[in-house]
């Protein structure tokens, strides 16, 4: 058995593999970051901030956070297509009063069909980060302002 696979050439392998992750995956996506009749409550809008609920706030790395968020139901999704993103709120590192509000955009790291809560692994930049560090410094319990999501590159099968 193996020294008929060893007789394929890389590349048509790497196809073959390729093409297979592709169709499998092809049942996961769709073109569009709105809710249909099938799928579960899209759990944040698109036109104004959610305030969702840090459940973990995780160090994974030198100044790397992963942060999970709650959704209001536990059944409700992200609604995100492959390669989506969300802008997420914070206050200017510089603000005097606090009012001062700025969004940047992130990509999610939990999977499309993920219920009740959405997953960002996010790199503070201490002193610089505006958002990031809003982000990382996130207690469990408090809440952060999410918007989305918006499709970057649309992902569709061959």
């Known amino acids: 058995?193996?020294?008929t696979v060893a007789r394929i050439p890389t590349a048509r392998l790497m196809a073959a593999t390729s093409v297979s992750a592709a169709a499998g995956f092809a049942g996961l996506s769709s073109s569009s970051c709105e809710a249909s009749t099938e799928s579960p409550t899209v759990a944040i809008s698109k036109s104004k901030f959610t305030p969702?609920?840090?459940s973990k706030n995780e160090i994974v790395g030198l100044n790397v956070h992963k942060i999970t968020l709650d959704f209001a139901s536990p059944t409700d999704s992200l609604g995100?297509?492959?390669a989506g993103m969300l802008m997420v709120e914070g206050t200017k590192r510089?603000?005097?009063d606090g009012d001062d509000k700025i969004a940047r955009p992130y990509t999610p790291v939990s999977r499309n069909d993920t219920l009740g809560k959405l997953e960002l692994v996010?790199?503070?930049y201490p002193g610089v980060g505006n958002v990031s560090t809003h982000i990382c410094k996130a207690a469990v319990g408090s809440t952060l302002a999410v918007k989305g999501c918006f499709t970057k590159i649309?992902?569709?099968p061959n």
């Open 154 to 156: 649309a992902v569709t």
């Open 80 to 82: 995100m297509t492959t």
């Open 52 to 54: 969702l609920v840090v």
């Open 1 to 3: 058995m193996f020294r």
């Open 94 to 96: 510089d603000s005097n």
């Open 122 to 124: 996010v790199k503070d």
